[in-house]
């Protein structure tokens, strides 16, 4: 497990995060289909907090994309290192993501993150923020639509329904599982939305979120209980 520290010179206030996002969000590329479905590596990403003990924990999770197994894991530890302001979320995770996946073994190839990408009020969720960082292929993949809205898709999987900030569509809802409420999916950088789409249908085989963001999320509840434990 690696131990992070908050960058020198990390935003300490809204104002400079919102800089920092209008800074990169020129580097986002809209214009690459990304790697195909079921090919090379994908890897999850997520986080566990503990408010009062100012601890984060983040988890890397490498699948092989034909078969979804695990092919690579890591975990990195830091604390909070940006205070809770919707839309600026990723200004608490990106040092302890950026550890845990800089410590993975192999190339992680597209990263799944659970949250947005283009689907954010400012355009650069943290799908977007952390493949400009990395360069890497990225995409979100929500619980839940943020603040836009969308019809319903059909109650069939692999249906799905713009998801509109006026008329502008910045994600889609994706039915993964039949009659199941649909995850919410947007671009992070260099990944088309039809390719997102179809690597969330390829991770999503028997539950309604991807298994990237499943193994994610258990394995950094797991190391925040580690770094926590008396």
């Known amino acids: 497990m690696t131990t992070v ?9 809204e104002e400079e995060a919102r800089a920092v ?17 079921g090919a090379g590596h994908v890897t999850g990403v997520d986080v566990a907090y503990d408010d009062e003990r100012d601890i984060v924990a ?3 999770v490498v699948l092989d994309a034909a078969t979804l197994d695990v092919v690579a894991e890591a975990t990195a530890i830091g604390r909070i290192s940006f ?8 200004f608490r995770e990106i040092p302890t993501v950026l550890a845990a996946l800089d410590a993975l073994p192999c190339p992680p190839g597209l990263v799944v993150c659970d949250g ?4 954010h009020p400012r355009r650069f969720g943290l799908a977007s923020h952390l493949g400009v960082l990395t360069g ?3 995409i979100g993949v929500a619980k839940n639509p943020f ?5 319903d898709p059909d109650a069939s999987r692999g249906s799905w329904a713009p998801l509109l ?27 088309s939305l039809d390719n997102a789409c179809a690597h969330t249908l390829a991770l999503t085989p028997e539950f309604r979120l991807p298994e990237t963001t499943r193994r994610a999320d258990s394995l950094c509840r797991e190391a925040l209980k580690d770094a926590t434990r008396p």
């Open 58 to 60: 983040a988890a890397a």
């Open 147 to 151: 603040t836009f809205a969308y019809d």
């Open 136 to 138: 890497l292929p990225t």
């Open 116 to 119: 947005y990408g283009l689907a």
């Open 165 to 191: 900030a006026d008329d502008e569509e910045v994600g889609r809802a994706l039915r993964t599982r039949a009659a199941v409420k649909p995850v919410f999916v947007s671009i992070g950088h260099r990944v």
């Open 5 to 13: 520290r908050i960058p020198a010179g990390w935003p300490a206030t």
């Open 83 to 90: 205070p809770y302001v919707p839309g600026l979320l990723a």
């Open 21 to 37: 996002q209008d800074e990169l969000r020129e580097r986002v590329v809209l214009d690459e289909p990304g790697p195909p479905p």
